[in-house]
């Protein structure tokens, strides 16, 4: 996820406002919302876009939002439509905060675009940051978008060709439990027309 990607996503922004309806995905926010089982807290957004509809439905809820992008131009679209979220221009990889910071954390249609040896250091990276009993709700590629079981490549969105990567469910839940989360649902889920693996963890309390 370099230089390449990042224009890729400036680009993006330019035909944002014609694509804005093209996924709805509140349900799955709404569920993942009353999951957390409290009416404030403070949500990690990483590569949170244009602000919409992650950060607008969890600031309209109370919550204090932490936004993380790479795409400056994503940024000034998330200044304009979600001004109350906190902006941090960076490459997800990049960043840290400090341990037990966040009671929720979402990362949408972007973790798959990291290889995914650096996938499993992020994770470690999120549960250090989520507090023991936080979740976290993310979207992981599989064989129903690729055509393979893993897969490390380019696939075209929006007439651009993305890099895109993952394992295999099984290995991934492997992992993730390996680590330290508890796996509270996997969910196939058809939106805009693309297939993706759901997934909602939680960090497992010590003791």
């Known amino acids: 996820m370099g230089i390449e990607l990042k224009e890729i996503y400036d680009g993006f922004a330019a035909t944002y406002d014609e694509n804005r309806g093209l996924f709805d995905m509140t349900g799955v926010f709404e569920a993942f919302y009353h999951s957390l089982g409290q009416e404030k807290g403070h949500l990690l957004d990483l590569g949170c876009g244009a602000g919409e509809p992650m950060a ?6 109370g919550w204090q939002v932490t936004g993380v992008d790479f795409s400056e131009k994503m940024l000034k679209l998330a ?21 037990n910071t966040f009671d929720g954390l979402t990362a949408i249609y972007s973790i798959f675009h990291l290889p995914v040896h650096d996938q499993e250091k992020l994770f470690r990276q999120i549960h250090k940051w989520l507090r023991p009993e936080g979740k976290a709700l993310f979207t992981y590629g599989t064989k129903e978008y690729t055509g393979f079981d893993e897969f490390e490549g380019y696939k075209k969105f ?13 290995k991934l839940t492997d992992f993730l439990e390996s680590i330290g989360f508890d796996i509270l649902s996997k969910d196939y889920r058809e939106i805009g027309g693309e297939t993706f693996l759901w997934v909602t963890m939680e960090k497992r309390s010590v003791g």
């Open 56 to 61: 607008r439905f969890f600031i309209d809820h």
């Open 79 to 99: 200044a304009r439509y979600v001004p109350e979220m906190t902006p941090i221009f960076e490459d997800m990889r990049m960043i840290d905060f400090s341990k």
């Open 158 to 170: 929006m007439g651009q060709e993305l890099f895109y990567a993952h394992t295999t469910p099984e």
